[in-house]
Each structure stands twice: as C-alpha cells, then as structure tokens.
C-alpha cells in the first residue's frame, strides 16, 4: 500500500489542500471524494453515522478511523476511544487533531476488548470479500466485552446493475455482487488496487448467524444503505 489516502489526508490537515481523490470501482467510472468530507463534524455526518454516535457507549473501539471524526466527537463526549486505522497517514492526522488513542493497526491485529465496536463509512468495506467475513466478524466478536455492540454500515448496491428495463446485469453464478475493485487516486498518483465489500443487510445477517452474532437493523438511510447493531 502507498498510502495515498494517508498522504491526501495529511495534505488537507496541513493546509495543502488544493485536489480532491478520485475514486473508481470494477463496476463505475471515476468519481470524486472531496476531502472536507474526510473531516466531517456531526452535523455533516449522515444520519446513519449520527445514530451510530449516538448509540456509542462505554469503552470503544473506532475500526478505519481515517482523520478520526468519529472518535473525536465521542472523545469530546466523555466515552474511552481507541482509533485504530492501517494507514499511517490517517493515524498522523487523527493524532494531531487531538485523538489521544489512535495506533496504525489492523483490525485482525487488534486484542484489547471493548463495549462499542464502530466500522463506518461502508464498515463492511474492510472485509474486503465475501469468503472473508466470517474470519473477520469472528474476530470483532472476540473483541467485544460482555453485553458489548458492533456498530457497522453498508449499502446493498444491487441497483448499480440495474440497466434502463428493470432488469439487472450481474451474473448470479459469479461473485457476489457487492465484491468491488476498488481503485484510488490522488494528484496523479494511483494506489494499488484493493477489494472492498459492500453487503446488503440479508447476507450480513446471514454471516452473523453462522458465527453466532445476532444482527439487527438499526436504521436505513436514503439509498439502500443502513446501520446495523451485532451483539
Ligand atoms: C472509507 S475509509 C473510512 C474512514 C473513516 N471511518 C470515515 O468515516 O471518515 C476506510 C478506512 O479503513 C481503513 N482500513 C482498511 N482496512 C483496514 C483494516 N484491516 N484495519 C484497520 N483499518 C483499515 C482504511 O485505511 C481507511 O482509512
């Protein structure tokens, strides 16, 4: 990895903020994700991430915190958070804006135990693929202290292959539908590709069950997306 998202992050906290990242998937053309949105306060948040906030409590662990929004408002509230994030530029970044506990780790690395687990912005994103969901909910589940919560986020992005008939375009003998290419860049320089997963709520649901996680939907927002809390 390059760290191309860590570098744009680091960029727009130093005042270098001049260019947005690009983004693009196996199955869409390029699009923009404008930095100021990395850096979101509550109110700019989606109303999805807003209940996920609000439902946070006690000892918590924010999973990819990028530039730490999510952390530095319930900082701010009082609760216990740890950052964690593989890109050490995003660490960088959520440590100067004053996250006191944040680590470059990844999520399968991680051993202390919380009361909130929090996975947003498409949390289901960094299973990456379908086959690798149980291995990663079984370690969020090791994860959690008695009575404790997964807060995670995802879209079911079915109707990205829909064409203008009704009809939609995926081959159901294929992968799944939500497994993406997903490709980033940033001035001119291209991050190695990566596999991000979005998962409707039905195959999450069913993936918690088969580790013994129950799911229920929190909330859904305006465009197939939702929350949901595994406990
Ligand atoms: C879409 S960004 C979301 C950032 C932040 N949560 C937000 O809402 O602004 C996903 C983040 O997850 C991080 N990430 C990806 N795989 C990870 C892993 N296995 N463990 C920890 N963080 C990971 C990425 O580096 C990136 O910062």
Redesign the pocket.
Known sequence: MKDI?GKALLDYQNGNYSEDIITATSISDDDILPLPY?F?SFSDMPKL?QKALQLAKGDTL??????G??SLYLQKKGLNIKA????KG?IEVAKQRGVKNANV????DETETFNTILL???GT??FQKLNLVAKYLKQLKSLLKPNGQILIDSSDIKYMYEDEDGGFWFDANNTYYGELDYFISYKGEKEVPMKWLYLDFNTLKLACETVGLQCELVLEGEHFDYLARLY
Do not use: K, P, Q, Y
């Not at 924010?62 to 530039?67: A, I, K, N, R």
């Not at 780790?105 to 399968?108: H, R």
């Open positions: 998202f990395l979101r991430e924010d999973v990819g915190c990028g530039s929004s999510h964690i994030d593989i890109s995003a780790l990844d999520i399968l947003l912005m498409n994103g960094i």
